[in-house]
């Protein structure tokens, strides 16, 4: 009975999730890293090539856009 409701769960998770917009998908991620406080790998690209790269070590995201797009952080 357990392993149903598991199974369910698993599958009304990824229905909800995949409705959602890539920037919404990309806030849930974000909201997961700073909860989860992982090291967290940052690149620099200028001109769209890879200038430097390096690790910050328990990093928080402090930056991203809104819902309707505008930068914010």
């Given at each position: 009975m357990?392993?149903?409701?598991?199974?369910?769960?698993?599958?009304a998770?990824t229905?909800m999730?995949?409705?959602?917009?890539?920037?919404?998908?990309?806030?849930?991620?974000?909201?997961?890293?700073?909860?989860?406080?992982a090291?967290?790998k940052?690149s620099?690209?200028?001109?769209?090539k890879v200038?430097?790269?390096?690790?910050?070590?328990?990093?928080k995201?402090?930056?991203?856009?809104?819902?309707?797009?505008?930068?914010?952080?």
């Amino acid at each position: 009975m357990m392993k149903r409701i598991y199974i369910t769960l698993i599958i009304a998770s990824t229905l909800m999730i995949s409705a959602c917009t890539e920037e919404a998908r990309n806030k849930i991620g974000r909201t997961a890293s700073n909860f989860l406080g992982a090291d967290l790998k940052v690149s620099y690209i200028d001109g769209g090539k890879v200038v430097k790269t390096w690790t910050v070590e328990d990093g928080k995201i402090t930056s991203g856009k809104d819902d309707q797009g505008n930068s914010i952080g």
